[in-house]
Every structure is written in structure tokens, then in C-alpha cells.
């Protein structure tokens, strides 16, 4: 049996010790890697703006809603439109998070780990697909259009 965990029977204990040494920076390295990723998606915000300025919503990595804000107009928009509107906002806000994540994965892992980040991405694209831009219409009929901000970015809105 080989493998980096297992000593060879041939080396000295010496080596043997050298490479599991080896073996464990790595480990620490790549779970480093992982942490930062963790923190920075879980720094992430993305924001949807309809293009009417009726609605703002504003997610995490995970989905959650962090804000919500209505334009000055939104109060002339039936309710029913509005929550229609709300959702549709917040989808069009979260279909922005595989992109999101898959940058932050490839900034921290490189070509690290290709089938993980291939499978949290699919998960992620799963959760959250790309709403339909046809469906997707405000009280005047018009499509939708996302503005996906950081959280530096958003304090520019003039909201």
C-alpha cells in the first residue's frame, strides 16, 4: 500500500516523517484555501434592481434576502404586483451567485480541486437558475435588469 498517509516499507523513518510532514503543510495550505473561500463568499452580496427603480433586493451567497428597498413609486403598484415583483427581483438577484462563487473559487483554488468546485457550482446553478426574461415584466410591462453590486458598489446607489 501506498499513498501519503501510509510509510513505505523500504524508506527510512527519517524520510518517512519528511514526507508525512510534507503531506500535512499541504493539507494545512488547501484547508487554509478553503477558509478563505468561506470567508469571502460568505462576504458576498449581490443586488437586483428592477428597471422601473420600483424594488432593490439585495442576497448573500446563500440566497438570504439582506435587504429589501422600495423606490419612491412603489406605493402606486398593487400589492399583488408587488410581491410578484419582490420575487421576481430577489430571483434575478441570487442567479448571480454560482457566478459569484465560481470567481471566488477560482481566485483562491486555481485549478485545485476541479470536481468539488464543478459540483458546488452545479448546486449553487440548481438553487438558483437564471430567471426566465420573459416571464420577468413590472407593472409597466418592461423586462427587468439586474445590477449585481458588491457591498463598496451598492454605497454609490442612490437609493
Known amino acids: 500500500m501506498t499513498g501519503p498517509g501510509v510509510m513505505a516499507m523500504n524508506g527510512s523513518p527519517d524520510e518517512a516523517k519528511a514526507r508525512l510532514d510534507q503531506w500535512a503543510e499541504g493539507l494545512s495550505a488547501k484547508a487554509a484555501k478553503y477558509e478563505s473561500v468561506a470567508r469571502q463568499t460568505g462576504d458576498l452580496r449581490l443586488s437586483a434592481t ?12 446563500d440566497g438570504s434576502v439582506t435587504d429589501l428597498e ?3 413609486q412603489a406605493r402606486t403598484v398593487p400589492m399583488p404586483e408587488l410581491a410578484t415583483l419582490i420575487l421576481d427581483t430577489m430571483r434575478r438577484a441570487q442567479a448571480g451567485i ?7 473559487l477560482a481566485a483562491e483554488l486555481g485549478d485545485e480541486d476541479p470536481q468539488t ?4 457550482l452545479a448546486d449553487l446553478r440548481g438553487r ?17 435588469e439586474t445590477e449585481r453590486d458588491d457591498d ?5 446607489e442612490p437609493w
Do not use: C, W, Y
Not at 52 to 60: A, D, E, I, P
Not at 98 to 104: E, K, L, P, T, Y
Open 117 to 120: 468546485r464543478e459540483l458546488m
Open 98 to 104: 454560482a457566478g459569484r462563487v465560481g470567481d471566488v
Open 70 to 72: 422600495f423606490g419612491p
Open 50 to 61: 428592477s428597471v422601473s427603480n420600483f424594488v432593490k433586493v439585495t442576497v448573500r451567497a
Open 128 to 144: 438558483f437558475p437564471e430567471p426566465d426574461e420573459d416571464a420577468v415584466e413590472d407593472s409597466a410591462g418592461e423586462p427587468q
Open 152 to 156: 463598496a458598489a451598492q454605497d454609490e
